[in-house]
């Protein structure tokens, strides 16, 4: 049995002692992401005084679908509580997931999480537009489109993404390239380089430019080759591996000493990088562009 108090202040939302079992998580949400020593004393704390605010609900029929509170939810389940206090709002899924995105807000939540809700909410299940969205959560239409437009990307990404291996700025810029393989050695270029969010995105608009050039050229007669997976031999065991799978840079120290001394004399002579975006480009449309040397 649900024990319900209403709320004064907000008719629509009332507080409930629900049964934790009876609370449900949607598959698609923003979880906010805690430290190590903020979860400790969090799990201590709900050990000993339980969970000190309500999670937040939203009720559709006979359905409570979590809003806010996952980590408090999964606690009080933990510690084999049966019951939690909700504040409860009248609605639906959408409402629980719109919700759910709007509370991150002030909170820190892997944006891979935002990435995959919203395209979940623009999407056909639900069919909002970028303005409802806005409007429901209260996100900049920036940050909202960057994510739409994160979520058209290859899972790789993604996955990079969720793994803090690049940005939302370097996903964003990556995203704006159509064609996923080319993508992928964006990504492999972006990690082995470590190229800032001005040198990817530098880097995409001359990529683009290439593609469109290629676009308005006549078609080959001849029947295209396939390009074959560039591959490198890695330093430890000394195999060959597909670029996309190997990371860092394989030299010995002796090179490295070297290579670094022959820059830092380049740049006392007055060097300027400057052709590197062009390279970067050319390699990410075709892969082969520069093998032997720089184009």
């Not at 820190?108 to 999407?123: F, N, S």
């Not at 990817?200 to 074959?228: F, L, M, N, Y």
């Not at 065991?237 to 030299?251: D, F, M, S, W, Y």
Request: neutral net charge; proline residues 5%; hydrophobic residues 35%.
């Amino acid at each position: 049995m649900v024990k319900e108090k209403p709320d004064k202040k907000t008719p629509s939302v009332y507080r409930a002692e629900i049964e934790t079992h009876l609370i449900k998580v949607p598959e698609v949400r923003v979880t906010q992401v805690m430290k190590a020593e903020v979860e400790e004393n969090f799990r201590e704390s709900m050990k000993s005084e339980g969970a000190v605010n309500d999670i937040a609900v939203v009720k559709e029929g006979d359905v409570y679908w979590l809003s806010d509170g996952l980590h408090r939810l999964l606690e009080a389940q933990r510690c084999n509580q049966p019951k939690i206090w909700c504040k409860v709002k009248v609605g639906t899924l959408l409402d629980s997931m719109t919700q759910n995105l709007a509370t991150t807000l002030q909170g820190r939540a892997k944006p891979a999480d935002v990435v995959r809700v919203v395209a979940e909410l623009t999407g056909p299940k639900f069919g909002l537009s970028l303005e409802d969205v806005q409007r429901k959560t209260g996100y900049k239409m920036d940050y909202i489109e960057k994510m739409q437009k994160i979520g058209t990307a290859h899972r790789e990404v993604q996955r990079a993404l969720d793994l803090d291996e690049i940005g939302i700025g370097h996903a964003f810029a990556i995203s704006r390239v159509a064609d996923h393989d080319v993508q992928i050695r964006l990504l492999v270029q972006c990690k082995q380089f470590g190229l800032t969010v001005e040198d990817i995105s530098d880097v995409v608009a001359q990529t683009i430019e290439i593609i469109e050039s290629r676009k308005q050229q006549p078609p080959s007669q001849e029947a295209p080759q396939p390009i074959p997976i560039p591959t490198v031999k890695c330093h430890f065991c000394e195999q060959e591996h597909p670029i996309r799978k190997v990371t860092g840079l394989n030299a010995c120290m002796a090179c490295y000493g070297l290579a670094y001394e022959y820059i830092q004399q380049k740049f006392k002579a007055g060097w300027k990088p400057g052709s590197e975006a062009a390279t970067r480009a050319k390699e990410a449309v075709d892969p082969l562009s520069t093998a032997g040397g720089v184009a």
